[in-house]
């Protein structure tokens, strides 16, 4: 269980809670299939639970119940998910691991919630603070912006009032402080560069409803190391990985279309599969992305576009199948000085790389 596994890591690494990057990282790393877990256990963290739990010398339902409001009315959370999440650390960290007096158990699913106090708000405060205009995909309104002063973390609602949530908007969040951006499930767009330029933005949760990832909607977000893409994704536009810091990516295999430059110039990535839904490999793909050493290709692939590697001055091999009938002008150019094409006999990735005179081997 989730809440055992929590606890037997406090016991081993209690003194990471010191340390915001080293907790972080741990968490993901031992909850890697669990984002909504993992984003409430953070979010409470971040509110200063552990350091308050670790001076209390009883922690009762009034202690519980503060961080349970304000997870609700600050952040937009549930009443059953700040229950839970806040019932975790006051029962595995206060009365598990430190032994604390406390009367808060862990909610059992179904028994109502194990943290007593006036009904609040139930996050329609939060939802106050966006701001909507019409959506372009039809009945629904798209996020344009958002009002309040905790902009670091943003939970994004799924309805205001009666109107369903389907799109966060073009350029709404562009060059903003934001840090973490947590969508709900229903929301379907991600608008052209809707988080563009937000340096500071390092995790993004992503729920199954996505569909659409537009032009450049998170194009030169820096800090952002990892994105788990959702499994029924369909189209992702023109640049919109372009310079961030992901290290590698997994494509769906819903998705049919990629736009061009899509992960030009991710200095840090390295590795990354083509799935078998995709037939080629869009014009600059990968250009500028210095560090991509490993690419892998399907036996499927029917192109390679124009500058798809240009400048990727880390890569010195490529197996091109025969199913390639088409490589573009300079696909290749600026790759490491010993970069040689993997090819068949007869190929036309063989008969490309004569042309071009770029070193191939025959396997």
Not at 4 to 25: C, I, P, V
Request: hydrophobic share 40%.
């Amino acid at each position: 269980m989730f809440e055992q596994d929590f606890e037997e890591m406090l016991r081993k690494h209690q003194a990471s809670l010191d340390d915001r990057k080293k907790f972080t990282a741990l968490v993901k790393d031992l909850f890697p299939d669990q984002a909504k877990n993992v984003n409430l256990l953070l979010m409470a963290y971040n509110m200063g639970i552990a350091q308050d739990i670790e001076m209390a010398s009883h922690i009762n339902n009034t202690f519980a119940f503060r961080y349970v409001k304000q997870l609700m009315d600050d952040f937009g959370m549930s009443r059953v998910n700040a229950d839970w999440i806040v019932s975790v650390w006051c029962s595995c960290y206060g009365a598990n691991v430190l032994g604390k007096a406390c009367d808060i158990s862990v909610q059992k699913q179904g028994s109502g919630p194990a943290i007593q106090g006036e009904q609040p708000s139930s996050g329609k405060a939060y939802g106050d603070l966006f701001t909507y205009e019409k959506s372009r995909r039809g009945k629904g309104l798209a996020v344009t912006g958002f009002r309040g002063k905790k902009n670091q973390t943003i939970i994004f609602q799924n309805r205001s009032g009666n109107t369903p949530v389907i799109e966060i908007a073009d350029n709404s969040f562009s060059n903003s402080p934001i840090e973490e951006a947590i969508l709900t499930e229903g929301i379907a767009c991600i608008g052209r560069n809707s988080f563009s330029g937000c340096d500071k933005l390092h995790q993004v949760v992503l729920p199954v409803s996505i569909e659409e990832i537009e032009d450049g909607a998170f194009e030169n977000c820096g800090s952002l190391k990892s994105i788990s893409l959702p499994m029924a994704l369909k189209t992702i536009g023109d640049g919109a990985l372009k310079g961030t810091g992901l290290r590698t990516v997994e494509i769906p295999k819903s998705v049919f279309w990629l736009g061009d430059g899509l992960m030009a110039e991710c200095k840090s990535l390295d590795h990354v599969a083509i799935p078998e839904n995709i037939g080629r490999i869009p014009d600059r793909m990968f250009e500028g992305c210095t560090s991509l050493k490993k690419v892998e290709l399907h036996e499927n692939l029917g192109a390679i576009g124009d500058g798809a590697f240009f400048g990727c001055s880390s890569l010195d091999f490529l197996i091109i199948p025969d199913s390639v009938k088409l490589i573009g002008q300079d696909a290749f150019t600026g790759t490491d000085k010993q970069f040689i094409i993997q090819c068949s006999f007869g190929s036309y990735a063989e008969e490309y790389a004569r042309k071009n005179r770029i070193k191939y081997q025959l396997v």
